[in-house]
């Protein structure tokens, strides 16, 4: 069973790391235009509106929508008492693009330079999204497990 998850890791990996470098590199330029003090004026609203939008959005995408995705998952499971491996995978990678998603909403407040405050909690909160997207093979085996998949 090793195998299987050495396997299925294999599979989630190249998608986390496309998303991540992607989210990263969108984090770097938006770092690097806000220390040169570079600005992109904000569409609409003010700066401090946007930085309200863009937390709550981040901590949303980061934290909020990937437990509510596994609840669900959770609950459709123990109605079912069978889960497929198909739709396991679909499930990780759902919370992978919905987590590391965080990573961009901070990216846009970078770019629009609002408070610091707000775009700090921003950029925590889509850390903590791409940290809880990693698909290490420790969590997939006890996930696997909970789920009856055969996880040692």
Known sequence: MNEDIAKL???LNPLFW????????FLGLGYLL???TITIQAPFGGLRAWGIILLVLSVLLGVALPVLIRTLFNKR???????????FVSHQKRLMVVSISAAYAAGIAYLLMVPNLYLYGSVLAGLYGIYSAIPSERKLNGELRFYGLGGK
């Open 18 to 25: 496309v998303l991540t470098v992607l989210a990263v590199a």
């Open 9 to 11: 890791a294999r599979t």
């Open 34 to 36: 806000h220390r040169m």
């Open 77 to 87: 499971a123990v109605d079912a008492k069978h889960v497929e491996l198909a739709d």
